[in-house]
């Protein structure tokens, strides 16, 4: 059965980070396998997304609103979400097809939701963390504004038909903490695309890269933010440079800590043994990851331990037949069980050190896991594995929902 399916995403102008990966991964995939996606997001450009080389360093009138009086910023995300869904409605009339389902985003308002029973379908949401979490970890939001956030949140969950996550902890948060009925919520982890993402030549790309060929490279790929644990890696790298003097740190990304990761290393004194990449195209990464030797994901306990975490540069890592070091958190328990890398315990730069030390002195252990790795990810965490999951899903809640309806068009005339 081919499904017709609105995709309705309120990521605007985004560039090619984790959220575009998963949704033109996960897109591309449902209309492989032969489903009918009609796309409503708020870019009403390119197929799936736009390619924003760089983001725009000044925010706009809203963006700075909003960070000067945190309770304005939720009326304006209500306003920004009020406009998104009406655009969708008008949209949609056009088009002249009612899908089967709405595939929506987690956002504050759950404009998702209201759209699929404004269109009397199937509402899907996915979740892949809660907003009342991050911004606490970040101290973006306190107080008053953290506590309406909150409040929200525990409204809207409960509300959508179906609630995919990619992490059990999280689908064990939702369950527990927002009383969101069990059979509602689904675990399907992120992937990776093992076509883009897989092993090749280190040495020739180090020269394509202009990087050292005499150096080891420690890679990270990701959003400098809070729970990413990048101030963990840079503050183990002493303790690596002293046993592993070739040892240099590859940091390949942005974000909003990468002032204070610069200042970090001049104090420590490590600032000629990093590399800061800058934003880099989703189909370069590969390259970076390649040219390394380890790869890293320290992520740090807080919010990580209560939504669990799904990566998708852990899997990318490991498609491109990479050891990992990551920090011992709620998904990632299967570096340990298919011997893929090494797991470590969070905010502990000591033990981090240790174990990318034990890695770097020996190539034929890193060989070893790599190739662990990549088979793992071939036979449990493809991109095209994950969209057919997707799609048992989706067919599974319509044909529920038309059951329930039928038995209740069925009570009204007995």
Sequence with gaps: MSLHILYYDLLKGYYKGTASTHVHEILTNLVKHGQNVLLYESNPHS?????????????????????????????????????????GIIALKKVNQKPDLVYYRHSLFNSGYWLARWLKVAAIKEVNGILAHEMKV????????????????????????KIIVVTTRLKETLTKAYEVPEDKVVVLENGANTDLFKPVNNEKLKEKLSLEQDSNYICFCGNFVAWQGLEVLLRCMPLVLKECPSACLLLVGDGELKNKLFEIAKEINILDKIVFTGLVPH?????????????????????????????????EYMACGKPVVASRISGLEAIEEYKTGILIKPDAPVELAKAIITLLKNPHLRKKMGLKGRLYVIENRSWESIAMKTIDTFKETVEDIRKKKMRAQLEETT
């Design 47 to 87: 197929p799936w997304y736009r390619h924003v080389e760089k983001r725009d360093p000044k925010p706009g009138l809203g963006n700075r609103l909003a960070e000067a009086v945190p309770s304005l910023g939720i009326f304006l995300s209500f306003l920004g979400e009020a406009r998104t869904f009406f655009k």
């Design 283 to 315: 189909e370069k990464v590969h390259c970076y990851i390649n040219a390394s030797d380890v790869c890293a994901a320290p992520f740090v306990s807080e919010r990580n331990e209560q939504s669990g975490v799904s990566p998708l540069k852990l899997c």
């Design 138 to 161: 970040t101290g973006s939001v306190r107080y008053l504004p953290l506590k309406i956030i909150d409040r929200i949140e525990r409204y809207s969950f409960p509300k959508a038909d």
